[in-house]
């Protein structure tokens, strides 16, 4: 059975502080890492990582692949009260052309940034 | 680019009465469709995805049931709620012509059994 498992389940941060997300996955022919923030209702995507050591970058986010350890992790920098989501992390296979969008998700970082 | 359009946003229902909630999807055409369950704000559960009209395939055994009767369209049904089905509902799409695994999320559906 495909496992996605996320680190810490729970973040308090100040503004400012930098922060970083954890992510590792058991699954069996992988094919992406993805990153969603969720605010409210539906997630938005962040990321998609399918390369190992090649880190993506968008503003203050960014985000790499090892996948000889298995694992990501979302780097935030500069934290403001509008980063304060649930952060998740999600993982695509190899499993036949339906297989896109049959995604396994970890089980969320809560990240709440303090003015 | 696609939008999904989800409803009702948030429902009450008492245990062993029916569910409706639908699914539909603008902006793109023969999409890949999917119904997961997200528990207490925490990761989502895939229950069911949908690779055409009438393609139904279930992930976990469960309460609920599926059915997809348009090209854009999505059903997540329920004869008979039970307390476990609470919870908040997404759908999500790939389309289907795209090379990448990004989902496109609706804005959700909130579903308390009492």
């Known amino acids: 059975e495909d496992k996605v498992v996320q680190s810490p389940l729970s973040l308090v941060v100040h503004e400012g502080d930098t922060v970083t997300l954890n992510c590792s996955y058991e699954v069996t022919n992988f094919r992406s890492l993805l990153w969603y923030k969720q605010e409210k209702k539906a997630p938005t995507f962040l990321f998609m990582l399918t390369s190992s050591g090649i880190e993506k970058k968008s503003g203050r986010l960014s985000s790499i692949l090892d996948k000889k350890e298995l694992s990501s992790i979302l780097n935030i920098t500069a934290t403001q009260t509008g980063d304060s989501a649930i952060y998740l992390c999600?993982?695509?296979?190899?499993?036949?052309?339906?297989?896109?969008?049959?995604?396994?998700f970890g089980q969320g970082t809560i990240l709440t940034v303090h003015p | 680019s696609q939008t999904i359009h989800q409803w009702p946003a948030t429902l009450v229902q008492p245990v062993g009465s029916p569910l409706s909630l639908e699914c539909t999807v603008e902006?793109?055409?023969?999409?890949?469709l999917y119904w997961y369950r997200q528990a207490a704000g925490r990761g989502l559960q895939l229950l069911f995805y949908?690779?055409?009209?009438?393609?139904i395939s279930s992930e976990v055994p469960q309460n609920l049931s599926a059915s997809r009767p348009q090209d854009r369209q999505f059903i997540l049904s329920s004869k008979k709620l039970l307390l476990s089905d609470s919870g908040f509902y997404l759908c999500a799409c790939h389309p289907s012509r795209a090379n990448t695994g990004e989902l496109f999320f609706g804005e959700g559906s909130r579903l308390t059994v009492l």
């Open positions: 902006g793109t055409s023969n999409p890949n």
């Open positions: 999600a993982v695509g296979t190899n499993a036949g052309g339906t297989s896109y969008g049959k995604l396994t």
């Open positions: 949908s690779v055409g009209i009438g393609q």
